[in-house]
Every structure is written in structure tokens, then in C-alpha cells.
């Protein structure tokens, strides 16, 4: 694949998803006039396409394994069932809190809003340190054949930093959009990750040289001194 067609599949990629998350915001709230929907999706959508385009020029082939995603294109079958359970909570999580701005569910002062931004952001920061750490951070579990452990940078602290992040970024999702009942979301949407780096250990520690090695020196998945 060139670097044109790359980027060009990328950014289509991007709009689409981002055309999604809109309707996701806007059609069940019933209202354009939702300011924290539409902050909530420039935050998002700024953040996203800076580490694209960011990635695009310095590692391609990261982009290139970020392209392949959801549960047809994972390998494992117990991993196709978590992506599917997964992506449904994700869509519940900003979903439903635009429905409780519709029908006046919650009333969280807007400071609020504006940590649940700041959240996101954070949790998106994270991401982005650990594909500059470890290019072989896919979207789907595998082992590549040039793969190998990662110890370094947010790995040092906990073996699962990207999910640590998106930990982060999803808890913002209903703050962002004005909702405390949405936060009830995150704890199904917890046990999933939990699930999926739970089975996504299993199989690195058959599949990739090192890895168990790495799990006893680098003892906690997702929250240094707790988990």
C-alpha cells in the first residue's frame, strides 16, 4: 500500500467514524443545540486526526494496523465475541448520555463538561504515548512475526497502558456530555477491557518470546499499585 492510498484510506476511515459519532450524539439528544455535544466531538475529532496525520508521516505501517479493526478482523474467536460486546457499549456509552440531555436526566454544572473534555483528552494523550512507544500496537490481538516485548516508556508502569488510556478517555465520554447516569456504562465497559486483556495475555504469553518474563517484572495491567 503507498503512502497516498494509506492516507487516503485513513481519512475516509476517520470521516466515517466521526459522521457515526455525530449521529451517535446529535440523533438521540434531538437537537442540534447540544454545546457539549459538539465540544465533545471537536476535542475528539482534533485529537484523532492529529495522531493520524502524526503517525501517517513517521510510522506508516502503525496506521496500517490500526486500519484493521472490529470483531470480523480478529483471529481469535473468544476476542470476536469481546470486540462485538465491546463496540455495543461504546455506542451505548454516547448514546444514552445524549438521550439524558434530551429528556433532562442529569444536572451537572458545567465544570463538569469541561473535566470530561479534559479527561478525554488525557486519555487520548495516553494512547498516543504508547503507539510512539510500541509500533506494533494493533487494533486486533496478533503477534507479528518481527514483534517484540515492550518495556519501556508506559509499559514500565503497567503491561496495559492503552487500555489504561481509553479507560481514562471513554470515563469522560458522559461527563463530557453532561450525564452522571452515563457513568454507570463504564463499569460494564471496565469488565469488558478487563476481559479482553485478560484473554490478550493468554495468548501473548504462548505467542510472544518474552512476554511472561515481562508480566513478572512489570506486575500491575492497568492501574500502577492497585490492578
Given amino acids: ?89 461504546f455506542v451505548a456509552l454516547v448514546a444514552f448520555p445524549a438521550l439524558d440531555h434530551r429528556f433532562n436526566w442529569s444536572n451537572l454544572p458545567p465544570y463538569l463538561f469541561l473535566l470530561g473534555d479534559g479527561l478525554i483528552a488525557l486519555g487520548l494523550l495516553i494512547v498516543f504515548l504508547v503507539f510512539r512507544e510500541n509500533s506494533f500496537t494493533s487494533a486486533i490481538v496478533e503477534v507479528n512475526e518481527e514483534q517484540r516485548v515492550i518495556s519501556t516508556g508506559p509499559y514500565r508502569f503497567v503491561r496495559h497502558p492503552m487500555y489504561a488510556g481509553s479507560l481514562i478517555f471513554m470515563a469522560g465520554i458522559p461527563i463530557a456530555l453532561g450525564s452522571s447516569w452515563g457513568l454507570l456504562l463504564c463499569i460494564p465497559m471496565a469488565a469488558t477491557l478487563i476481559w479482553r486483556l485478560v484473554e490478550e495475555e493468554r495468548y501473548l504469553s504462548l505467542k510472544l518470546p518474552g512476554y511472561s518474563a515481562y508480566r513478572t517484572q512489570t506486575r500491575f495491567r492497568l492501574i500502577p499499585g492497585v490492578y
Fill in 1 to 89: 500500500m503507498t503512502d497516498t492510498s494509506l492516507a487516503k484510506q485513513a481519512f475516509e476511515g476517520l470521516a466515517k467514524f466521526l459522521i457515526a459519532l455525530a449521529a451517535l450524539v446529535f440523533v438521540p439528544a434531538w437537537s442540534l443545540r447540544y454545546w457539549q455535544g459538539w465540544l465533545f466531538l471537536l476535542v475528539f475529532a482534533t485529537a484523532v486526526t492529529l495522531i493520524t496525520v502524526h503517525f501517517l508521516r513517521t510510522d506508516p505501517a502503525l496506521i496500517a494496523r490500526r486500519l484493521r479493526v472490529g470483531p470480523a478482523a480478529e483471529k481469535e474467536t473468544s476476542q470476536k465475541r469481546i470486540q462485538a460486546f465491546a463496540s455495543f457499549l
